[in-house]
């Protein structure tokens, strides 16, 4: 083999069997610390007053009903049956809540069965996290070290013990990011092979083999149009990679020699990448309105049978047109001015802030507990009981200064891996800055995490050094494995805030670091 198809190849570690158990034993680890107490409060807590109630319509009816003013007192004293005869305005896609429902189905119209797909998927979220930073280190050391990493973020875990939309968004962005870093192996595997098979030390300045099966890539868009399904945002994720993945591909011809003509990628692959990817996203997508396309319950479903003249109706047919408009609706709702006038939320949180835990979210808050009552020692002035937003904060502190090397990293040194995480940042950040006129919260940096986590490996990964026996590996070693123990034993003081546990004021006081957190 020669120097170029090995650089071409870079295989993975040979480790498959441990590789797959520590992935297992972190994620089953992850799922065990938040499946405990899963059901407590027993209530719909802040938005689960949304996406709980539409699983259960959709489980009943393939389309979100409205429900009763007082239906979250009366699910929780079980009546479930609470619904209103017109079809729910709603603002989001139907897939999580269709992952939500799969939960009702399982447990029940419960606080733990509207919570279990979230607990699953942020479960899942760790497997994939793991598996991405195994690829993009070629290290199953610093792939583990990035499941534990992200089994106790704060954040993380909250995310994966509410029923909101949010994680399983979180999962399939990652998964879709994972299967474009694998199909970036899998195509410089397939030059190396037709380097091999010809007995070629290189493409010569001919732009080389046309791949037009990629089947990375199509588990890419299928992984998109989920994330899709789920929140619309998603979309600037889909673009930022779908661009980048291209590139990837030019870089991996010109590494192969195809000079001038690895150009020719932007075509050849390009085009392939665009079906593989939006075009079949878009039609993934799609499906997840089966339900509400197979119905004529939901809002707007009768908007084509009622205009029949209008250029979509002709064009689409009646379902699908009422399905665009509906979805004109929903744009209108996000974009508009409904929810900007005199939109204020005492727990918004600039997105400037973000990276570095300046404002948290409070999900639910039982406040004042006299002594005495509720577990409330008599010997205090008071207690609560708090579910807040927030991850871990060493782990983001430590993680923004990584997502500034990072940038460096790429730019500077051209390095690829760091790329996947200033790329997977500003894709899921940086397009929240354009709705600065509304209020925004910090829970919606779910989808950031994994790729701090994924900074923060790739810079021990530069601590580390080679793995060649020595003193600076051994120093690196005993650095790294400090900064994971201290992160674990920050989630664990930070434990009862995420967990709705009795707490006196003193007490949650001494886990308010910044005053912008009360």
Known sequence: MTDLQAALRDPL??????????TVGITLLAFALRVVRLGDPNKLVFDE????????????????????????????????????????????????????????QLFGMTSFGWRFSACVFGALLVLVTVRLVRRITRSTLLGGAAGVLLAFDGLAFVMSRIGLLDIFQAFFLVAAVSALVADRDWFRTRLADHLTARGLPDLGGVAGPLVLWRPWRVLAGVMFGCAL????????????????????????????????????????????????????????YLATWSSWLATSGGWSRDWGA???????????????????????????????D???????????????????LARTIGIDAVNNIQPGTD???????????????????LLWWVGAVCLL??????????????????????????????????????FYAITIVPFTVLALCLVMGLVLGPPVPG????????????????????????????????????????????????
């Not at 570690?13 to 520590?22: E, G, I, L, N």
């Not at 109706?313 to 508009?336: C, D, K, M, N």
């Open 13 to 22: 570690p040979r480790d498959r069997v441990t590789a797959w158990a520590v």
């Open 49 to 104: 007053t949304y996406y709980p109630k539409d699983a259960w319509s959709l489980l009943h009816f393939g389309y979100e009903r409205g429900w009763a003013p007082d239906a979250n007192e009366q699910i929780v004293a079980g009546s479930t049956d609470l619904w209103q005869e017109g079809p729910a305005f709603i603002v989001h896609p139907q897939l999580g809540k269709w992952l939500i429902a799969a939960g009702e």
């Open 229 to 284: 399904g789920v929140k619309w945002n998603s979309v600037y994720v889909l673009a930022a990679f779908g661009l980048l993945s291209v590139a990837w591909d030019v870089g991996a011809r010109r590494l192969a020699g195809a000079g001038r003509r690895s150009a020719l990628g932007l075509l050849v692959d390009g085009v392939p990448a665009f079906l593989s990817t939006v075009v079949l996203g878009a039609l993934v």
């Open 306 to 336: 009622q205009h029949p003249e209008a250029l979509s109706t002709r064009l689409l047919g009646a379902p699908l047109a009422s399905l665009l408009h509906y979805h004109q609706e929903i744009y209108g709702f996000h974009t508009g």
């Open 338 to 356: 409904y929810i900007t006038e005199e939109a204020t939320h005492s727990y918004a949180a600039d997105p400037i802030g973000w990276l570095v």
């Open 375 to 393: 577990g409330c020692p008599v010997d205090v002035d008071q207690c609560q009981r708090v579910i807040t937003g927030i991850g871990t904060p």
């Open 405 to 442: 090397m990072s940038v460096f990293f790429w730019l500077a040194r051209r390095d690829w891996r760091f790329g996947v995480v200033v790329v997977g940042v500003a894709s899921t950040w940086l397009p929240w800055f354009q709705y600065t006129d509304r209020p925004q919260f910090l």
């Open 471 to 518: 003193s600076r590996r051994r120093i690196g070693a005993i650095v790294c494995g400090v900064f994971v123990a201290l992160v674990v034993l920050n989630f664990a003081f930070f434990y009862p805030v995420w967990t709705n546990a009795l707490l006196t004021r003193e007490q949650w006081l001494d886990r308010m670091w910044l005053r912008t957190w009360i």
